[in-house]
């Protein structure tokens, strides 16, 4: 069973950083595209960044490019996405994903990030 679990959301002021994590498991890490999505409340789920696995290509969604770093660790089987200079608008549930080569998608529970004074 493909599992992925986050953490690392909190509270945290205007200007300061988060690492989120997210661990997998039930799956061949290597064979994946992993992403970050988020929710804000009352808005679209929006991309944050992705990364390839085995080639380290990684993407970032405009909002946060300059800002976030999305990175793996394969033989913990985590992907890590830091977040620095955090802005109000950076709120919302942040949600690990993983596409198989076959293009199934799974989700993990998702994590809370707030970003207020």
């Known amino acids: 069973e493909v599992e992925l679990v986050e953490s690392g959301g909190g509270l945290v002021q205007p200007g300061g950083s988060l690492r989120l994590s997210c661990v997998g498991s039930?799956?061949?890490?290597?064979?994946?595209?992993m992403r970050w999505y988020r929710h804000p409340a009352g808005k679209m789920r929006e991309l944050v960044a992705s990364?390839?696995?085995?080639?380290?290509?990684?993407e970032y969604g405009d909002p946060v490019k300059g800002r976030f770093v999305i990175s793996r660790d394969n033989d913990q089987k985590t992907v890590y996405l830091q977040m620095n200079n955090l802005r109000p608008e950076d709120t919302a549930v942040y949600y690990c994903?993983?596409?198989?080569?076959?293009?199934?998608?799974?989700w993990g529970q998702g994590i809370q990030v707030t970003v207020s004074s």
């Open positions: 990364i390839h696995i085995t080639r380290g290509d990684t």
């Open positions: 994903n993983r596409r198989s080569p076959l293009g199934v998608e799974y």
């Open positions: 039930g799956f061949t890490f290597e064979k994946s595209l």
